[in-house]
C-alpha cells in the first residue's frame, strides 16, 4: 500500500521569499514520487519527478524537490516566489505498476503582493 | 500535439440521466485513467485501462462504467446520475510500467441537480 500526506492545506507567503511545501510519503518498496501543479479551472502539469536517481530533483518554473528515504520525505521548495505560482500543488506517489497514482489532498499556496 | 483530450468541458445533468465522458490520447500510451477530484481530498482512481479489451476498478468505481475498445479511447459512462457524482473528473495517460509519469486532460466539471 501507498500513501501520501501534505502537511499544510494552504502555505501563504509574500511575493521573493522562499516556498516550501511539505509531503511525506509511505511506501512499502522503492517508489516514484512528483509534484503536480493546477492552476485555478486548468488540468495538472507535472513540475518535477523523482525515479530512483539524484535526490535532488529541479523542476520547471525554478522549483525543486528533494527526497530523503530516511525522513520518506519529498518537499517541494523555490527560492523566490513568484505572483504566478498561485495554484494547488499536489504530491504523488506510485509504484509504477498499472493502478495509478495516489495523490496527496493539495496544497494551496498564496501568494501575497 | 494534443496530448490527452477531454470533452465536454462543461456539463450539467438532472438527477438519473445518463452521459458519457469522452477520453482521447494521440501518445500511443498504453495506461488510461479516469480521476475525480473533489474539493479538499486531491484525486481519486475511479477506472484504469491498461490497454485495449482491459480495465479495472480502481478506488471509487460504484456508479461508473468504462470501456477500452481502441488504444486511443477510453470513455466514463455515469448511467444514473446522482448528486454525489458532482465533481470535476480527470482522465489521464501514461506508457506504461518503467514510465511512471502521467499526463492529464484539462478536466470536465460535472454537476448533478
Known amino acids: 500500500a501507498q500513501s501520501v500526506t501534505q502537511l499544510d492545506s494552504h502555505v501563504s507567503v509574500s511575493e521573493g521569499t522562499p516556498v516550501l511545501l511539505r509531503c511525506n510519503y509511505s511506501?512499502?518498496?522503492?517508489?516514484?514520487l512528483f509534484w503536480y501543479v493546477q492552476h485555478p479551472n486548468k488540468g495538472l502539469q507535472l513540475l518535477l519527478k523523482?525515479?530512483?536517481?539524484?535526490?535532488l530533483v529541479k523542476g520547471i518554473n525554478g522549483f525543486e524537490a528533494e527526497f530523503k528515504k530516511s525522513e520518506t520525505s519529498f518537499h517541494l521548495t523555490k527560492p523566490s516566489a513568484h505572483m504566478s505560482d498561485a495554484a494547488e500543488y499536489f504530491c504523488v506517489v506510485t509504484r509504477g505498476g498499472a493502478d495509478g497514482l495516489t495523490f496527496g489532498k493539495g496544497t494551496h499556496l498564496i501568494i501575497q503582493p | 500535439n494534443a496530448g490527452v483530450t477531454q470533452t465536454p468541458k462543461f456539463r450539467i445533468l438532472k438527477i438519473g440521466q445518463s452521459m458519457t465522458l469522452q477520453c482521447t490520447q494521440d501518445?500511443?500510451?498504453?495506461?488510461m485513467y479516469w480521476y475525480r477530484q473533489d474539493p479538499g481530498m486531491g484525486l481519486k482512481l475511479i477506472y484504469y485501462s491498461v490497454g485495449a479489451g482491459i480495465t479495472d476498478k480502481g478506488e471509487v468505481p460504484n456508479g461508473y462504467n468504462v470501456s477500452r475498445s481502441t488504444t486511443e479511447d477510453f470513455p466514463l459512462r455515469l448511467e444514473l446520475a446522482a448528486p454525489s457524482q458532482t465533481s470535476v473528473y480527470f482522465c489521464?495517460?501514461?506508457w506504461g510500467r518503467g514510465a511512471p509519469e502521467a499526463f492529464f486532460g484539462q478536466g470536465t466539471r460535472l454537476t448533478v441537480v
Open positions: 501518445m500511443n500510451h498504453n495506461y
Open positions: 489521464a495517460s501514461r
Open positions: 511506501s512499502s518498496y522503492s517508489p516514484s
Open positions: 523523482y525515479t530512483s536517481a539524484a535526490t
